[in-house]
């Protein structure tokens, strides 16, 4: 799109929603063809129960098998589903952001270190993509880029 639009100058990094459920392969195949480093952000949108969130506001249901991939996972290395998220996009190569307000959420976001998911894994996870379907459901509800020409 950038060299489309007459961009002269590679970026070094591209910011993108990513998670298990919404993965976005096209954009993340590009950036590392391209020595960019794709950067993950709400990773845990739809995931997780976000406790600021208005009671009228319900929170999507994750299909059976994205919960139990991932509980099996956060049994087996005694990890959160968070801390299994964000070790799944790092293993890809992705940079990750995280936001939280609470110390030790930030501490635990960061304790994806001591273990590594296998290949097999990594593909049970891969599985799990929505394949670019961006609704408001697990999304941020922004148009896709195509959308806006």
Known sequence: QLQQDGAEIVPMVNQIEASVTVQQREIWEYCRSHHIVPQAYSCLRGLVKNPNQQQQQQQPSLSSNVTTVLNS???KYQKD????VYRYLIQLG??????????????????IWDFAL?????SALDLLSRNG???DEFGLGYPKPDDCL
Request: aromatic fraction near 10%.
């Open 133 to 135: 379907d961006f609704d």
């Open 81 to 84: 589903t968070g801390q299994i």
């Open 118 to 122: 296998t290949e097999n894994e990594m």
């Open 94 to 111: 992705y940079a990750v952001v995280y936001l939280t307000n609470s110390q030790p959420r930030m501490a635990s976001n960061t304790e």
């Open 73 to 75: 996972l956060s049994k």
